[in-house]
């Protein structure tokens, strides 16, 4: 995968809102709006552990850069990237490899839906417990502090949501779309990526999500919502070495 920013001055080369900043995205969003939750060494950032999972290396690693990423996550310990590297060093173990599609949104109206709530921190016991039974990807407990997530309820207990993710000039990912199982088939999952996506335009960014290529129901339910596939891409882990080559 063709990398476009320019890692070494920290800045994303695409003009601000342009689809090339997606290339990058989480240096894009690391060096821009989510830059007060980066944790930095050298050139090698990350989100602070309690709020994500993803990373951002250089497109072309050096040695010194591989192990300012060990010094930062420390022995053991994983780190979840998207796009390419290139091959880790000796002793650097493979954790998992995820196929996708990154796709943006080109604009639909939602209407008004009375019956979506807003989730804040007393809600996060539950969205924990709802991750956990549906497992819609990487979802950590500070999560809230990323953007707005949006749920519904069936008498009182929260049964589906969908948020904010990473966020960088001029666009804003969704993600952690889930609904419990016992109420799938119902549309759920479309009411809340709607209203999620109508609250990211209102604001003036453009809404964009990543899928894996095997899910192809969920492939199929973003393209009627108006999301269409701009490129694949691969998220993947790798896991740093216990102790010095």
């Known amino acids: ?25 989480v240096l894009a969003a690391l060096t821009g709006p989510h830059a007060h939750l980066a944790e930095r060494r050298g050139r090698v950032l990350r989100y602070r552990p309690d709020v994500a999972v993803w990373w951002a290396l250089p497109s072309r690693p050096e040695p010194e850069d591989w192990d300012a990423a060990a ?26 490899r995820v196929p996708g599609f990154q796709m943006v949104d080109d604009g639909r109206p939602a209407a008004a839906d009375p019956e979506i709530v807003r989730l804040g921190p007393a809600d996060m016991p539950e ?11 990487p979802f950590r407990s500070g999560a ?24 960088l000039p ?10 419990d199982p016992r109420f799938r088939g119902e549309g759920l999952a479309a009411r809340l990526v709607s209203a999620v996506a109508a609250r990211v335009r209102a604001r003036g960014d453009r809404p964009y999500l990543g899928v894996a290529q095997e899910n192809a129901g969920a492939v199929r339910l973003y393209e009627r919502l108006g999301f269409r596939v701009r490129r694949e891409v691969l998220y993947h882990g790798i896991e740093v070495p216990n102790s010095p080559e």
């Open 170 to 179: 001029g666009w804003t990912e969704l993600s952690a779309v889930c609904t």
């Open 71 to 96: 010094r930062l996550a420390g022995p053991g310990a994983e780190l979840a990237l998207v796009g390419s590297n290139g091959p880790p060093p000796p002793g650097w173990r493979a954790t998992f």
């Open 1 to 25: 995968m063709e990398n476009t920013a320019d890692v070494e001055e920290g800045r994303p080369s695409a003009a601000p809102g342009g689809e090339a900043v997606l290339d990058e995205q």
């Open 127 to 137: 969205m924990l417990r709802l991750v956990g039974a549906t497992k819609p990807g």
């Open 144 to 167: 809230l502090q990323l953007g707005e997530y949006l749920g519904l309820r069936r008498d009182g207990e929260l049964i589906a949501m969908a948020g904010e993710r990473l966020r």
